[in-house]
């Protein structure tokens, strides 16, 4: 039976200290916004039925913080959501809203750190701290055949949740691993603006990535 998957963090979580200092700037300052934990973004059928996990680094301080949605909001979700409906998994419109109707279709969206960090970069310590939440995520979808990892962050914690080594598994965008649990894990880079902005990551190379991976999470 699979294990469940616990609840997030308190809203008030105290586990990070220049977490927690930021999200209390942020509550000042912008008292409508989410500023707290952000859940996953699940598939609208089942939670058993998740064959794909996507995950992301961090909420956006304007996307998912603002929102509570993960990768909605700024232009990551732009290019996320636009790419899963293209490739049916995603229906509906995204509309950069958490009520914009969009659904998931055997996918699951979430982040290995569940809090903004400052300028988008958590720490080592706060990655750890996040771990044990993705570590049962994983651990609780029975159905589950790739990992998708935006970034070397998000590769790197997929890995210590599943207790590999990174080295045996080194980042490369595109490349696709096979690991001992029967997991694929694919690797991207991030969709986030200054990768596309810089050329680094082109739409059609992301395209390749959810294309590379059709066969792993196929029914």
Not at 74 to 96: C, E, F, K, M, Q
Not at 134 to 150: M, T
């Amino acid at each position: 039976m699979a294990a469940a998957i616990p609840t997030l963090p308190d809203l008030d979580c105290p586990h990070c200290p220049r977490l927690v200092a930021f999200r209390q700037s942020n509550r000042r300052e912008h008292p409508d916004w989410h500023n707290a934990p952000v859940a996953p973004f699940e598939p609208s059928g089942a939670k058993s039925d998740t064959r794909l996990l996507i995950v992301g680094l961090a909420p956006g301080l304007r996307g998912a913080n603002r929102t509570g949605r993960p990768f909605t909001g700024d232009y990551a979700g732009d290019l996320l959501y636009a790419t899963l409906l293209r490739h049916g998994l995603a229906r509906g419109r995204y509309d950069a809203r958490p009520d914009d109707g969009l659904r998931l279709v055997g996918c699951r969206v979430t982040n290995a750190v569940k809090c903004v960090p400052p300028q988008n970069k958590p720490t080592g310590a706060e990655i750890a701290a996040c771990r044990p939440f993705l570590a049962e995520e994983i651990a609780a979808l029975p159905k589950l055949r790739a990992v998708l990892a935006l970034g070397v962050v998000a590769h790197g914690t997929v890995l210590s949740c599943l207790n590999l080594r990174k080295a045996a598994y080194p980042f490369r965008h595109g490349a696709i691993h096979h690991l001992p649990q029967g997991l694929a894990l694919a690797d991207s880079y991030h969709c986030s603006r200054y990768n596309t902005n810089t050329g680094r990551l082109t739409p059609e190379m992301f395209d390749e990535v959810f294309r590379a991976l059709a066969p792993a999470i196929a029914t």
